[in-house]
């Protein structure tokens, strides 16, 4: 079992850029794929990002395909969302995620079996 705990979210103004870290517990965080979805004020959770276990296969939604980034430091057991030329409509809670399947359905969020609190970030226009 991983606890996930979530940090770096906030006020950002459209167009900066905003790091989010996901840091876990309990268990190698190289054992899991993790993804990043988010949710916005009264619209479903949406994927945003996936990362496997070894950092190589990375796949984003098309909304945020070329702002931002997914990485992985798995001797620091924490994953990352780096997020520029941020905009309003990025406004939302942040969840991070983690699979113990493969690297299939990852943009599916039945597929993730543990999943951190959630940060805030707010983009004002």
């Known amino acids: 079992q991983v606890q996930l705990v979530e940090s770096g979210g906030g006020l950002v103004q459209a167009g900066g850029s905003v790091r989010l870290s996901c840091a876990a517990s309990?268990?190698?965080?190289?054992?899991?794929?993790m993804g990043w979805f988010r949710q916005a004020p009264g619209k479903e959770r949406e994927f945003v990002a996936s990362i496997g276990r070894a950092g190589i296969s990375t796949r984003y939604s098309d909304s945020v395909k070329g702002r931002f980034t997914i990485s992985r430091d798995n001797a620091k057991n924490t994953v990352y969302l780096q997020m520029n030329s941020l905009k309003p409509e990025d406004t939302a809670v942040y969840y991070c995620?983690?699979?113990?399947?493969?690297?299939?359905?990852?943009?599916?969020?039945?597929?993730?079996?543990?999943w951190g609190q959630g940060t805030q970030v707010t983009v004002s226009s």
């Open positions: 995620a983690a699979s113990s399947r493969g690297y299939i359905d990852v943009g599916v969020e039945n597929v993730y079996n543990y």
């Open positions: 309990g268990r190698a965080l190289g054992s899991y794929v």
